[in-house]
């Protein structure tokens, strides 16, 4: 099972991020892997289902709503020095919320191909 994190913009508030659910594994054509890379584009039709347009396959899914949220903390290390009679330097672990991830888009099924032009038979 593969699980892709999707981002969302917000302003003032964490970010909302969306979990991508896929049966199966994605893997590139050369061996240098997917890290930073477009793997293929989402959209939503009217009715609100989300398709997944990779390369030459669609895929339909829908939105579920995670039964426990998940936070996306980072992690950060501050050094203080107390000003009492030693030069003692303290850290501080600090986590800050920079997303929060509510919903889900499983894709279920298996990739279909796109097919574009059919030849008629002579």
């Known amino acids: 099972m593969v699980q892709i994190c999707v981002c969302r913009d917000a302003q003032g508030q964490p970010e909302e991020w969306l979990l991508m659910e896929l049966q199966g594994g ?3 054509r050369k061996q ?3 890290a930073g890379k477009l793997m293929g584009d989402l959209q ?3 009715e609100g289902v989300p398709i997944l347009i990779i390369g030459h396959h669609i895929l339909y899914g829908k939105v579920v709503k995670l039964e426990k949220p998940f ?3 980072v992690k950060s290390n501050s050094v203080s020095s107390e000003e009492a009679m030693s030069t003692t ?3 501080e672990t600090k986590y800050d919320v ?3 991830i509510k919903k889900k888009i499983i894709f279920k099924t298996r990739p279909k191909p796109i097919i574009t032009n059919v030849p008629k038979k002579v």
Do not use: N, P, W
Request: charge should be negative; hydrophobic fraction near 50%; charged fraction near 20%.
């Open 26 to 28: 994605i893997e590139a």
């Open 89 to 91: 330097e303290v850290t």
């Open 98 to 100: 920079t997303a929060l």
């Open 44 to 46: 939503y039709t009217k």
């Open 71 to 73: 936070a996306v903390l």
């Open 32 to 34: 240098d892997g997917l």
